[in-house]
């Protein structure tokens, strides 16, 4: 089992529509969980954080965090073209230090 | 002027050579990683470093090495480049004192031929 881990999709919504990203992770004692934005031969960029349980919302984009089930999901309202590109999850790993682990991204597609 | 850059950008090398790859802060960041990132296989931790004099191995640093030379510059070297180490390579870093939240550099695309 990866230590954290996402559907590679892609997957593909309407312009428009809700887009729903998932992430699980494997350390129970995790502390801290990350967005990141990557479009295709681009570095990383960041979306947004979440360090407590619930919702944390920042323009069109929401994260939900549960802890006790070890998921954290980003919601994407109103989704665009230029939506389109791979989310990154990361989590920092408690029996990594804090470090953050990466998972493989998910490719999500916006059409018009 | 960009917070974190990486020179070259793209490379184009012979297997055997050697090859380094540059990084420069002015974010006044404690912390600097390398990361590898191939097609369909997400991110790679391949070196880290907590300070000048802390540098530690990632998940795949065999066939690369670091150099910190101060705390805004961290170097990856590839001794004897082989074409499976072509990849696009990144650099980030962090403030441990702040949060954990990792800022990338641009990204050098590094082909072995």
């Known amino acids: 089992q990866k230590e954290v881990e996402q559907n590679s999709g892609p997957l593909s919504v309407p312009e428009g529509a809700i887009a729903s990203l998932n992430c699980t992770y494997s350390?129970?004692?995790?502390?801290?969980f990350f967005w990141y934005r990557q479009y295709s031969g681009k570095s990383p960029e960041l979306i947004m954080f979440?360090?407590?349980?619930g919702d944390k919302e920042d323009g069109r984009f929401t994260a939900q965090l549960n802890k006790a089930s070890q998921y954290v999901s980003l919601l994407i309202r109103d989704s665009q073209p230029s939506d389109s590109a791979t989310y990154l999850c990361a989590v920092g790993l408690r029996s990594a230090g804090n470090m953050l682990t990466f998972g493989g991204g998910t490719r999500l597609m916006v059409k018009p | 002027d960009a917070d974190v850059t990486q020179t070259p950008r793209n490379r184009i090398t012979k297997t055997g050579k050697r090859i380094m790859l540059e990084c420069s802060q002015t974010?006044?960041?404690?912390?600097m990683y390398w990361y590898r990132q191939d097609p369909g296989l997400g991110l790679r931790l391949i070196y880290y470093s907590f300070d000048v004099k802390d540098i530690n191995k990632g998940e795949i640093s065999d066939g690369y090495s670091v150099s910190r030379q101060a705390q805004a510059k961290f170097s990856l070297s590839l001794e004897s480049a082989i074409p499976n180490q072509t990849a696009l390579y990144f650099c980030?870093?962090?403030?441990?004192?702040?949060?954990?939240?990792?800022?990338f550099g641009p990204g050098t695309r590094l082909t072995v031929l």
């Open positions: 974010k006044g960041h404690d912390r």
């Open positions: 980030a870093t962090s403030d441990h004192r702040v949060t954990d939240t990792q800022y």
């Open positions: 350390d129970r004692g995790s502390q801290s």
């Open positions: 979440i360090y407590s349980n």
